[in-house]
């Protein structure tokens, strides 16, 4: 059974909530005590109907003031597929909220309602989702029962969304139309939408094809921990040595040649093991350990590749970073920056401009970045990293700042 | 996994996905410690610890809180796990802790709350910087908003509300000296996952977890077990049942479920149809109020 990983957004009241409880409800994935809790608790408080939002508003803030405050995680499944469901609120430090649950979602599900059709935030989340290249975006029409299940209104709203979306680069893009109060394409087909004929939501979701969406090209390994269990008791493993990591990219094989990045030396893999034993090959995001047929110096933060198929070794990188933090970014300050398995500090150099996320408009006069705001950086680093183009690897192409007084970590970058 | 189209089974995915920030936390802390009551859930992370540093030895220690409630079954457990793999385990004792007068026994006798500053008092003397917790987002709503890598400060605090952004499988593990990181390997596992990769690995559990006959008795709602620590009060009938734990804290507050289940696949037939969520179903430290989790979570419990 694979695993899909899907960020959810919408605006406020457009039903985002129902559309996720209405998805654990169907697939049996609430509990009969979470719903008496919260059935409860909507009573206490006078709510007409369950509030089925008060499932994934978990903290007591959230409850007392009627809002999302953090991305909360959901998991149902399905005989087909398990789901973990990033549900990103959309109303308050909806950047960051909403970037961080796109960074590791196979799919966006964004939410419009059909009487108000797209809104500034339709486009922000779609923006969002496109910077952050999550590969499938579903945009739900909802409240469907309330424009009487006309195609025309979801068809304009379709006809509106493709046009915005020529401006962004997204993969694979599908609109559904539903009324997840009433559960119409939701996991079935609705027979209110004769004329719809594409899948249920519930059925896309299983369908998709995400196995591609990796790249099994640039064979990427950030060795992260050395394995060494030379002074314990069994001697056979005296002279072990692996090297110990996540797959970043591409495929590795027994046999294959490699460089170690940064000395630029060359060896060949002995072994790609396992704790079940060895295996012949190991492909992202595999955790393995990988031997080498020499005995060569490599150590944590240095990155195994293919002689033929480098990642670029540079101090100067140029990204896009989203500000997640109310101390606003300075440009010539100092910053930790965190990438694959190296930590290395950073000064930002230049702000290149700062973008609307609305107009998609670039702001080339901007002098800082501050909370929820996105902009291009030049980043100068003490040490060389070993990057891809975001867009080409997730992984060997995000990087974290972080201030070095507080710890927190302050953007998310993407590099270009 | 089939090789030819390069796709992971969610549990391969999940396995692997755990093991990276296992071996990211030995990596980056000086002193980092796991958390092991022999509980299903801690069992399973020191078997992806053990898997992640295979050959070597798992190179930290584990540490158990100890209540003085334990269930003996689960006890024994500890002790001959612990021996397999040849770690180190620290006890921390809440009976300790109230000899030392650091806290006191609660008129009810429960001693799950004490826990709190049991765990901070052996992370201090430690000095621990980093704790791997068994805890997962699929049982309980605060810690469905815990982070991978969550932040506590020098009073072992967890403040939900201004929690550090974590994106990608890049973990900030920053902290000064006093305060440390509570880390959780297992936050996108959920029950079923937990039973379906146990029974994938064929890895031994504590005895409880599978049906037996045990004297029990009715107490709000839950079957308590009859013990030295838990006696059925005036009106608690005692009845012999056939049951099984779905979780393992302490005996008072521990319900266990009416069950045949005896071995993984039916646990997993059973875990797979039930409507109930495991701590609702049996744990009355939960029950204490809404957000008892959270108040709990945010004093620095698990």
């Known amino acids: ?416 | 996994m089939s090789s030819h189209t390069y796709e992971l089974t969610h549990l391969e995915a999940l396995e692997s996905e755990s093991i990276h920030i296992i071996r990211e936390v030995a990596a980056e802390f000086e002193r980092p410690v796991l958390l092991f009551s022999g509980g299903k859930d801690s069992v399973i992370m020191l078997h992806l610890a053990a898997k992640a540093f295979w050959p070597a030895r798992v190179p930290f220690p584990v540490m158990h809180v100890d209540t003085g409630h334990n269930f003996p079954e689960v006890l024994d457990f500890r002790d001959s796990t612990v021996e397999k793999l040849g770690v180190r385990l620290v006890v921390a004792s809440v009976e300790d802790s109230i000899d030392k007068g650091r806290v006191r026994e609660r008129p009810d006798g429960i001693r799950n709350p004490l826990q709190t500053v049991t765990l901070l008092d052996a992370i201090n003397e430690h000095q621990f910087d980093a704790v791997f917790g068994g805890a997962r987002r699929d049982e309980e709503k605060a810690r469905a908003k815990e982070r991978v890598f969550s932040f506590r400060d020098e009073f072992g605090q967890w403040d939900p509300k201004n929690q550090r952004p974590e994106l990608w499988s890049l973990y900030n593990g920053r902290h000064h000296k006093g305060e440390h990181i509570r880390v959780f390997p297992l936050s996108n596992w959920t029950e079923l996952d937990v039973w379906q990769y146990l029974a994938q690995e064929e890895i031994e559990l504590p005895s409880i977890y599978f049906a037996h006959e045990r004297q029990v008795f009715r107490r709000d709602g839950m079957w308590l077990a009859v013990s030295e620590h838990t006696r059925p009060r005036e009106g608690e009938e005692i009845v012999t049942l056939t049951v099984r734990y779905r979780t393992v804290g302490d005996i008072p507050v521990t319900g266990a479920v009416e069950s045949a289940a005896s071995s993984y696949d039916d646990v997993i037939a059973e875990t797979a149809a039930t409507r109930m969520t495991e701590r609702g179903a049996t744990r009355a430290d939960d029950r204490l109020s809404e957000a008892a989790m959270e108040d709990r979570k945010r004093e620095g419990y698990f």
């Not at chain 1, 409240?143 to 209104?153: F, G, N, T, W």
């Not at chain 1, 495929?251 to 460089?259: Q, R, S, Y």
């Not at chain 1, 490599?298 to 670029?312: I, K």
């Not at chain 1, 190296?342 to 150099?349: C, E, K, P, Y």
């Open chain 1, 1 to 416: 059974m694979e695993l899909l990983r899907f960020a959810t957004a919408g605006s406020v009241d457009d039903g985002k909530s129902t559309l996720i409880g209405r998805l654990l409800y169907d697939t049996k994935s609430i509990f009969e005590d979470q719903l008496e809790s919260i059935e409860r608790t909507s009573r206490d408080r006078g709510d007409e109907q369950t509030n089925l939002a008060l499932l994934t508003d978990g903290l007591r803030a959230e409850r007392e003031q009627g809002i999302t405050i953090d991305v909360a995680y959901r998991y149902f499944a399905t005989p087909k597929r398990k789901f973990i469901i990033a549900d990103t609120p959309g109303h308050i430090q909806y950047t960051r909220n909403m970037v961080t649950g796109a960074s590791t979602a196979n799919l966006a599900l964004i939410l419009v309602d059909a009487r108000n059709g797209l809104v500034e935030q339709s486009r922000r989340h779609a923006f969002i989702a496109s910077l952050l290249r999550v590969p499938h975006l579903v945009l739900c029409v909802n409240k469907m029962d309330l424009v009487d299940y006309d195609e025309a209104v979801f068809d304009r709203i379709k006809n509106e969304f493709r046009q915005f979306a020529t401006k962004l680069d997204i993969g694979d893009l599908s609109f559904i139309p539903v009324s997840a109060l009433h559960g119409d394409n939701i996991v079935h087909r609705s027979e209110h939408m004769p004329w719809y004929d594409g899948s249920s939501l519930l059925h896309h979701l299983e369908e998709v094809h995400i196995a591609s969406d990796r790249n099994l090209i640039d064979a990427r390994f950030p060795v992260q921990y050395v394995i060494r269990p030379q002074a314990q008791t069994n001697h056979e493993l005296h002279d072990y040595r692996g090297y110990a990591g996540m797959v970043a990219g591409g495929v590795f094989k027994p046999g294959d040649d490699v460089v170690v990045l940064p000395s630029g030396l060359q060896s060949r893999i002995a072994s790609i093991d396992t704790a079940k034993g060895p295996v012949d090959e190991a492909f992202a995001p595999m955790s393995v350990t990988i031997r080498l047929a020499d005995d060569i110096d490599v150590s944590r933060g240095d990155m195994l590749c293919r002689p033929h198929n480098q990642p670029r070794v540079t101090q100067d990188v140029d990204a896009m970073v989203c500000w997640l933090s109310e101390l606003p970014l300075s440009v010539r300050g100092m910053y930790a920056l965190k990438h694959t398995t190296r930590n290395v500090r950073a000064q930002v150099r230049e702000l290149d401009y700062r973008i609307d996320i609305n107009s998609l408009h670039r702001d080339e006069t901007a002098d800082g970045l501050s909370l929820n705001e996105i902009g291009r950086v030049r980043l100068r680093t003490t040490q060389p990293l070993f990057i891809d183009e975001y867009r080409r690897n997730r992984t060997t192409g995000s990087f974290l700042l972080i201030d070095e007084a507080t710890g927190t970590t302050v953007a998310a970058g993407m590099l270009l």
